[in-house]
């Protein structure tokens, strides 16, 4: 047996015993929840299966569009990667690989399921690794850094001890610094990836990447701000959602005090502890709510339901969106299509 393949196989089999061990943990943390909260799992299940059915509907439309701008980041982003060179990715491609990267990311680590959705997906428009992957990491990037901001304007408010003036005030301060800054801060990348780029390394693949990096044209900061600007809306939408869900639900939840709750729930699936922060991202949207004033038992019901309905309406979503794909290649348009048409779609 050739030494090299039995340690690249002991390694694959780490990685898979840490992530059942890990998906494991974030079931255990979902059980343990309600116990700790003294909530009755037969009540969250009872009230997510009598989700108010035009609420659902609002939630899975909340979610089209919210993965709609996140495909409309990638196809951005993929744009200036390739330089005007290879296939563009159709919009409705690049939708579709969202909405499966986001339902496959509910169970498992989202950087991956995202990255492999989209880099499985772009092999025929070539290029497919730093189309799908490095694209996907570098507009991910700007999620976090607004879901990073929010989370400052929730705990500055709980510590100076406001309400939804307070919130909202900080709020708006984070998005217009994170407009105004980012610009800057993709100046000090460029910079940073040109000093790593001049320096020797003992591994040649990192210097190459580094260097490749740095030449695809991302750093520009009009890309930057359209990216923060739409991370921005998305960042909206997913508050809307949560406010669906508690209107499911039929818990009175302020909608402020979701909008404080949401980012740390963020903060924690991003993270990659459990996959797609199964448990931990419950427990931080819980104990948020808690800080802020919502009772504990409240706020563990509608993050438990808030996961087992995003599932289902992330899952409606995705499926409905792969059976339309299928049907456009399985029964195409009578009249040709031009490749300017085609990569609207």
Do not use: Y
Not at 55 to 67: D, I, K, Q
Not at 76 to 105: K, N, Q, W, Y
Not at 259 to 265: E, Q, R
Not at 303 to 320: D, M, P
């Amino acid at each position: 047996m050739n030494p090299a393949s039995g340690l690249d196989f002991k390694r694959r089999s780490r990685s898979f015993i840490t992530l059942a061990l890990s998906l494991v943990a974030g079931i255990g943390l979902i059980v343990v929840l309600p116990l700790a909260s003294s909530v009755r799992w037969q009540e969250v299940i009872a009230r997510s299966l009598a989700v108010d059915r035009m609420a659902f509907l609002r939630l899975a439309l909340l979610f089209a569009l919210s993965s709609f701008l996140s495909s409309e980041k990638w196809r951005m982003t993929d744009r200036v990667i390739c330089h005007g060179e290879g296939d563009p990715v159709p919009r409705s491609t690049a939708f579709v690989l969202t909405t499966v990267g986001v339902a496959l990311g509910q169970f498992l680590p989202i950087q991956v399921t995202m990255s492999l959705a989209r880099t499985l997906g772009t092999f025929v428009h070539g290029r497919a690794l730093r189309r799908g992957t490095v694209a996907t990491l570098f507009e991910q990037s700007f999620d976090l850094f607004v879901t990073v901001l929010m989370v400052m304007a929730a705990a500055g408010t709980r510590l100076l001890r406001g309400g939804a003036a307070l919130w909202l005030a900080l709020a708006l301060a984070g998005a217009v610094l994170a407009v105004s800054a980012v610009g800057t801060l993709m100046n000090v990348a460029d910079w940073l990836t040109a000093r790593l780029a001049a320096k020797r390394t003992r591994v040649a693949r990192w210097r190459s990447a580094i260097a490749e990096l740095r030449e695809s044209g991302l750093f520009q900061a009009g890309l930057a701000r359209r990216l923060t600007l739409i991370s921005l809306a998305r960042f909206v939408l997913l508050v809307l959602m949560a406010s669906q869900v508690s209107t499911g639900i039929h818990l009175a939840i302020p909608l402020w005090r979701l909008a404080s709750a949401v980012p740390f729930g963020l903060l924690v699936a991003v993270a990659g502890i459990t996959p797609g922060g199964l448990g931990l991202a419950e427990a931080a949207n819980a104990a948020a709510l808690d800080l802020s004033g919502i009772p504990l038992a409240v706020s563990t019901q509608w993050a438990i339901a808030n996961r087992l309905l995003s599932i289902a309406a992330v899952f409606v979503v995705a499926g409905f969106g792969v059976v339309l794909l299928v049907a456009r290649k399985v029964f195409p348009g009578s009249r040709t299509e031009s490749p300017q048409n085609a990569a609207q779609q």
